[in-house]
């Protein structure tokens, strides 16, 4: 049997590319998705095609509201912000508070109860939008404590937490997922898609994946409501 490990699994291009090196690693794969009162829920629908295309061994869909807590343009607290300035250093009101630590920790009790030691999630550190929970030092972090919380870990079993994006530009991240035959457009990457969950081309989110897509001389395969992803081209 392969060895089993739980893969954090949005629907959108990171956590597709980051499913897909886990099963070339050739882990066991265990998918977990949250309905979390996320604005851009058309991401639910992708997460499962993308899981049922990997023919992953397991999906688990949590259903959590963030929304109770709010403080995020994400879970209805304000407009999302349209192409605003990417080289700025602010948090964006995008923001969703302690939502990686969140769903680490569900990640790290699915992995405990599934016998599983590696956790995978798709935080990037260099095309992002400036979050704090997606650095290196957040992720070294959560696995010490990790490995102090479990009765698997002090038994003997450690935690690993793989971001194997980390390090990766936009752009190299596609063309690895390419490499391992990634259909993106199964993805959803859009902070506030149509009701019919077609990306505005104008998020942080939309603005780095198609920079990144044009980077590599390739259109974007995602549907958006306008033909080049951004209604007046830029």
Do not use: W
Not at 190 to 205: E, M
Not at 210 to 216: G, Q, S
Request: charged share 20%; with cysteine.
């Amino acid at each position: 049997m392969p060895t089993p490990a739980v893969i954090l699994l949005s629907g959108g291009l990171d956590s597709a590319t980051v499913l897909a090196i886990a099963r070339a690693q050739g882990y066991g794969l265990h998918a977990l998705s949250f309905d979390y009162g996320q604005r851009h829920a058309a991401e639910i629908e992708a997460a499962r095609r993308v899981a049922a295309a990997a023919r992953v061994l397991e999906h688990k869909v949590v259903t959590i509201d963030l929304r109770t807590f709010g403080g995020s343009a994400l879970t209805g607290n304000g407009e999302v912000p349209k192409d605003r300035d990417l080289a700025g250093d602010e948090i964006p009101v995008t923001y969703v508070p302690a939502r990686n630590t969140i769903f680490l920790a569900y990640a790290l009790a699915y992995a405990e109860v599934r016998a599983a030691a590696d956790i995978f999630i798709g935080v990037n550190a260099v095309d992002y939008s400036g979050y704090p929970d997606c650095r290196p030092e957040y992720i070294a972090a959560f696995e010490k404590m990790a490995n102090l919380a479990t009765r698997a870990a002090v038994t003997g079993r450690a935690v690993r937490i793989h971001a194997p994006l980390i390090g990766m530009s936009k752009a190299e991240i596609i063309q690895r997922g390419l490499e391992l035959g990634v259909d993106y457009g199964l993805t959803r990457s859009c902070y506030d898609p149509d009701a019919a969950g077609r990306a505005c081309g104008h998020c942080d989110s939309c603005r780095l994946r198609l920079a990144a897509f044009k980077r590599l001389g390739l259109t974007d395969p995602a549907p958006y409501q306008h033909p080049a992803g951004d209604p007046r081209g830029s």
